[in-house]
């Protein structure tokens, strides 16, 4: 059984932040490929070029796996009823074993990747409120949310501090962990 917060936060990714990104109530390819516009335009990749191909293939892989676990009747599309079935046999499995799927840990691994522009494997305010603004975070609140994991930037964002909040996100049902506000301050509202 998933908990009231973890199903509110899921509601929260699949509807408003990098799934359902065109907003029809089912996650498909064209989602991921709305995605790949927006991180190329964060990241100012040409659409064509070899960036925008690597993120196409990263999340081809992303899409694949999950397809294979959440898209019951392989119809190439998750509906919110196949998402929330999903995410409550991962909840159970990752509390168990602290192991996320494949696919969500390469996902996180290439949200870092895209969001640390600067490519010096740390992500600072600027860089997470470019990122995250694309997706429809408003920057004051990608600046709120970035203080508060980051401890008013007592905590540098390395990879290994993303992935730690990232799980913590998908994890905790404490509504004060960092790791809620990786995606912005709304899951808390």
């Not at 992500?123 to 997470?128: A, G, H």
């Not at 949310?145 to 007592?154: C, L, R």
């Amino acid at each position: 059984m998933i908990s009231r917060i973890s199903r509110r936060k899921n509601f929260f990714i699949f509807s408003r932040f990098f799934y359902d990104l065109n907003r029809d109530g089912v996650i498909q390819w064209d989602d991921f490929t709305d995605a790949i516009d927006k991180f190329c335009q964060v990241n100012n990749w040409a659409s064509d070029g070899k960036e925008a191909k690597d993120a196409t293939a990263t999340l081809q892989m992303i899409w694949e796996g999950l397809r294979k676990y959440a898209d019951e009747n392989m119809d190439d599309q998750i509906t919110k009823e196949e998402w929330f079935k999903m995410w409550a046999e991962y909840y159970k499995a990752a509390k168990e074993k602290t192991s996320f799927p494949d696919w969500l840990d390469k996902y996180a691994t290439f949200m870092f990747d895209v969001t640390d522009t600067s490519g010096d494997n740390v992500v600072d305010c600027e860089e997470y409120s470019t990122a995250f603004n694309v997706f429809g975070i408003s920057k004051s609140d990608c600046e709120q949310s970035f203080n508060t994991f980051s401890e008013n930037g007592k905590v540098t964002l390395t990879k290994d501090e993303f992935m730690k909040l990232w799980h913590q996100f998908f994890l905790s049902d404490n509504p004060n962990d960092k790791g809620n506000f990786l995606f912005g301050p709304q899951i808390n509202a």
